[in-house]
């Protein structure tokens, strides 16, 4: 760079170049032997010379510096001769005071009768200005191509190529390398939530987090001594360390050099900590949490994509994982075989006439009588067979085909209830299950009210379960669907109560007409076999009749839950004890019966 003058200018030898209002032109003329025979006083101002300082001597001696000597001279003989194509070189310049200056030249040689130069004339401009700018360009645009621009933090891209580089140096020196794939949940909420600006600032929020909360805990890692049942001698400091923007809502973090696997569980359990804090900014005190897979070379891969495709299997075991993290094992990779399998296949479930319905019975809790029947969908597939929908419904939800799912289980229960009721056998209430996706779509309130005018079946016949967690997705937009499903005369059922959000103020506003606690309240507390199971319960049942509510038991698999629940008071039960979900067919058949079920009644339906 130029020095400031004392108005505050670049100088030069004592001029200044810009004031002088014109190009400054560099000229020089070179014997055969590369010895200065003339130099001009732009030339000799803008290195701070005077000519008896250069006269007679080689010009890369007293212009270039020593480390570039070699590089340019060749470039300039290079020139002369035409080898290059063109006669322009651009060389760095050493001033008499030690700065650089880039000068392009343009050399012309002077020839003898037999060709040969007897003299070389170089005119040269100073770029340096240009050339940093250049330079600075070319900077960023390489940052851009291998940084991710929101956090600064390196991207995938990089991330691979640097995975590859350690997984090599591991082969070569017999080390473990380990990766964390970290992805963030409710990001997504968040700007949902708050705006896209607000999930910005987050997501530059946790990369720094993160940077900071490695490279600290590296450092414990590194100076931590070795188990007294290891061999000896100190761990690898892990100075190579990456944190990495992987992808919208992930991070991905590089640990090179692991002495014991170990060492990435507690960089995890670390990284888990760190993301908990509160966050700042625009979402400040919000919460978030990180599952994070864990995957080693070389036992759990030896090359950059078969690690982190593993990496993400167990990322997503983490996401159910109390710890919020999991190391990869065997049973991930062909559990997520099957995962993908059903990916592919249940787009095509609906087109290929594949799925149908289910119905369990809620039965009377005087009588034993079914009073309802909560309709659930099923998975036939022609190589797979009987697919849970504890496998395909989560995986519908990430996809994106859950909707059309519930229109089909709408659409059948309806009909199906529409049709035993002409037939004679009853007001039969029918329950369908409401997934998160369809309670914030406005098309679900159309999609009923088609149904009930197609078929003629009464509104409130028709029960819509929705759950506790995914009436809190979004739970305006829930509130606002069911209550305008409400006002329809459909009735609004809350399943797995207890589990979730529940609170008296939430139950009013989503419009609910029935409560279904959730079975798990039914079950003994192993941890404390001194606890009564009976107070939670009944406090439940007390806080739904207070209410005026429904309340139905589910999950009863058992008499001695049975037993439990009687004194209770409840209206409904339903449960394994009474019938499992059966087809259509076999329910037409216990409607005709009209018979009382479950096992004292000898109507079980196993």
Same mark, same amino acid.
């Given at each position: 760079?130029?020095?400031?003058?004392?108005?505050?200018?670049?100088?030069?030898?004592?001029?200044?170049?810009?004031?002088?209002?014109?190009?400054?032109?560099?000229?020089?003329?070179?014997?055969? !032997?590369?010895?200065?025979?003339?130099?001009?006083?732009?030339?000799?101002?803008?290195?701070?010379?005077?000519?008896?300082?250069?006269?007679?001597?080689?010009?890369?001696?007293?212009?270039?510096?020593?480390?570039?000597?070699?590089?340019?001279?060749?470039?300039?003989?290079?020139?002369?001769?035409?080898? #290059?194509?063109?006669?322009?070189?651009?060389?760095?310049?050493?001033?008499?005071?030690?700065?650089?200056?880039?000068?392009?030249?343009?050399?012309?040689?002077?020839?003898?009768?037999?060709?040969?130069?007897?003299?070389?004339?170089?005119?040269?401009?100073?770029?340096?200005?240009?050339?940093?700018?250049?330079?600075?360009?070319?900077?960023?645009?390489?940052?851009?191509?291998?940084?991710?621009?929101?956090?600064?933090?390196?991207?995938?891209?990089?991330?691979?190529?640097?995975?590859?580089?350690?997984?090599?140096?591991?082969?070569?020196?017999?080390?473990?390398?380990?990766?964390?794939?970290?992805?963030? #949940?409710?990001?997504?909420?968040?700007?949902?939530?708050?705006?896209?600006?607000?999930? #910005?600032?987050?997501?530059?929020?946790?990369?720094?987090?993160?940077?900071?909360?490695?490279?600290?805990?590296?450092?414990?890692?590194?100076?931590?001594?070795?188990?007294?049942?290891?061999?000896?001698?100190?761990?690898?400091?892990?100075?190579?360390?990456?944190?990495?923007?992987?992808?919208?809502?992930?991070?991905?973090?590089?640990?090179?050099?692991?002495?014991?696997?170990?060492?990435?569980?507690?960089?995890?359990?670390?990284?888990?900590?760190?993301?908990?804090?509160?966050?700042?900014?625009?979402?400040?005190?919000?919460?978030?949490?990180?599952?994070?897979?864990?995957?080693?070379?070389?036992? !759990?891969?030896?090359?950059?994509?078969?690690?982190?495709?593993?990496?993400?299997?167990?990322?997503?075991?983490?996401?159910?994982?109390?710890?919020?993290?999991?190391?990869?094992?065997?049973?991930?990779?062909?559990?997520?075989?099957?995962?993908?399998?059903?990916?592919?296949?249940?787009?095509?479930?609906?087109?290929?006439?594949?799925?149908?319905?289910?119905?369990?019975?809620?039965?009377?809790?005087?009588?034993?009588?079914?009073?309802?029947?909560?309709?659930?969908?099923?998975?036939?597939?022609?190589?797979?067979?009987?697919?849970?929908?504890?496998?395909?419904?989560?995986?519908?939800?990430?996809?994106?085909?859950?909707?059309?799912?519930?229109?089909?289980?709408?659409?059948?229960?309806?009909?199906?209830?529409?049709?035993?009721?002409?037939?004679?056998?009853?007001?039969?209430?029918?329950?369908?299950?409401?997934?998160?996706?369809?309670?914030? #779509?406005?098309?679900?309130?159309?999609?009923?009210?088609?149904?009930? &005018?197609?078929?003629?079946?009464?509104?409130?016949?028709?029960?819509?379960?929705?759950?506790?967690?995914?009436?809190?997705? &979004?739970?305006?937009?829930?509130?606002?669907?069911?209550?305008?499903?409400?006002?329809?005369?459909?009735?609004?059922?809350?399943?797995?109560?207890?589990?979730?959000?529940?609170?008296?103020?939430?139950?009013?506003?989503?419009?609910?007409?029935?409560?279904?606690?959730?079975?798990?309240?039914?079950?003994?507390?192993?941890?404390?076999?001194?606890?009564?199971?009976?107070?939670?319960?009944?406090?439940?049942?007390?806080?739904?009749?207070?209410?005026?509510?429904?309340?139905?038991?589910?999950?009863?698999?058992?008499?001695?839950?049975?037993?439990?629940?009687?004194?209770?008071?409840?209206?409904?039960?339903?449960?394994?004890?009474?019938?499992?979900?059966?087809?259509?067919?076999?329910?037409?058949?216990?409607?005709?019966?009209?018979?009382?079920?479950?096992? &004292?009644?000898?109507?079980?339906?196993?």
């Amino acid at each position: 760079m130029l020095a400031e003058g004392p108005r505050g200018r670049p100088e030069t030898g004592g001029r200044d170049e810009r004031a002088a209002g014109r190009q400054i032109v560099l000229a020089m003329i070179t014997d055969a !032997d590369g010895r200065l025979a003339f130099a001009n006083g732009d030339l000799l101002a803008l290195g701070g010379w005077r000519w008896s300082d250069l006269s007679g001597r080689l010009w890369h001696e007293v212009l270039i510096a020593p480390e570039h000597r070699r590089r340019v001279v060749r470039a300039f003989d290079r020139a002369v001769t035409g080898k #290059d194509g063109a006669a322009c070189v651009e060389a760095p310049l050493r001033t008499s005071d030690g700065r650089v200056r880039m000068v392009a030249w343009s050399n012309t040689p002077s020839l003898d009768e037999d060709g040969r130069p007897t003299s070389v004339t170089s005119v040269g401009v100073d770029v340096t200005r240009w050339t940093e700018e250049r330079d600075r360009l070319a900077a960023e645009r390489d940052f851009d191509a291998s940084h991710d621009r929101l956090t600064g933090l390196p991207n995938a891209s990089t991330f691979r190529w640097r995975l590859g580089s350690e997984l090599s140096a591991g082969r070569r020196l017999g080390r473990s390398t380990g990766v964390l794939l970290v992805a963030l #949940d409710r990001l997504r909420t968040v700007v949902e939530t708050l705006g896209q600006e607000a999930g #910005d600032q987050l997501v530059a929020e946790m990369g720094e987090r993160l940077s900071d909360c490695v490279e600290a805990a590296a450092g414990a890692i590194a100076g931590r001594p070795l188990p007294p049942a290891t061999p000896s001698g100190a761990p690898q400091p892990m100075n190579a360390w990456m944190v990495a923007r992987w992808s919208d809502d992930e991070f991905a973090v590089l640990l090179p050099g692991l002495v014991f696997p170990e060492e990435a569980v507690y960089m995890a359990r670390t990284i888990v900590a760190t993301v908990a804090a509160p966050c700042t900014g625009s979402a400040a005190d919000l919460r978030l949490s990180a599952a994070i897979g864990i995957a080693l070379a070389p036992s !759990d891969g030896d090359n950059p994509a078969t690690l982190m495709r593993h990496a993400a299997m167990a990322q997503h075991a983490g996401r159910t994982s109390a710890e919020h993290m999991v190391r990869f094992e065997l049973s991930l990779s062909q559990e997520a075989e099957g995962r993908l399998l059903i990916e592919q296949q249940l787009p095509l479930a609906l087109e290929r006439g594949e799925l149908s319905v289910a119905y369990q019975p809620e039965v009377d809790a005087a009588s034993h009588r079914i009073v309802g029947l909560e309709a659930l969908a099923r998975w036939h597939h022609p190589v797979l067979g009987e697919v849970p929908p504890v496998r395909f419904i989560p995986v519908a939800e990430e996809i994106g085909v859950i909707g059309e799912i519930g229109q089909f289980v709408l659409r059948s229960a309806v009909r199906h209830a529409a049709q035993w009721r002409s037939d004679g056998l009853g007001d039969v209430r029918v329950a369908v299950n409401v997934s998160a996706y369809q309670l914030t #779509d406005r098309s679900l309130v159309a999609a009923v009210l088609e149904c009930l &005018d197609e078929t003629g079946f009464p509104a409130h016949l028709l029960e819509l379960e929705v759950t506790e967690s995914a009436a809190m997705v &979004d739970a305006q937009a829930a509130a606002e669907v069911l209550g305008e499903l409400a006002r329809l005369g459909v009735t609004i059922s809350l399943d797995d109560f207890g589990t979730g959000y529940s609170n008296i103020g939430k139950l009013q506003n989503l419009a609910v007409s029935t409560i279904k606690i959730d079975r798990s309240f039914l079950l003994e507390d192993e941890a404390n076999p001194a606890a009564d199971p009976g107070a939670l319960l009944h406090a439940m049942v007390t806080l739904g009749r207070n209410l005026g509510l429904r309340v139905i038991a589910e999950g009863v698999e058992t008499e001695e839950q049975l037993n439990r629940l009687q004194p209770q008071g409840l209206d409904a039960y339903q449960g394994f004890l009474f019938s499992r979900p059966v087809p259509a067919a076999e329910i037409l058949r216990l409607l005709r019966a009209d018979r009382p079920l479950g096992s &004292d009644s000898g109507t079980q339906i196993a």
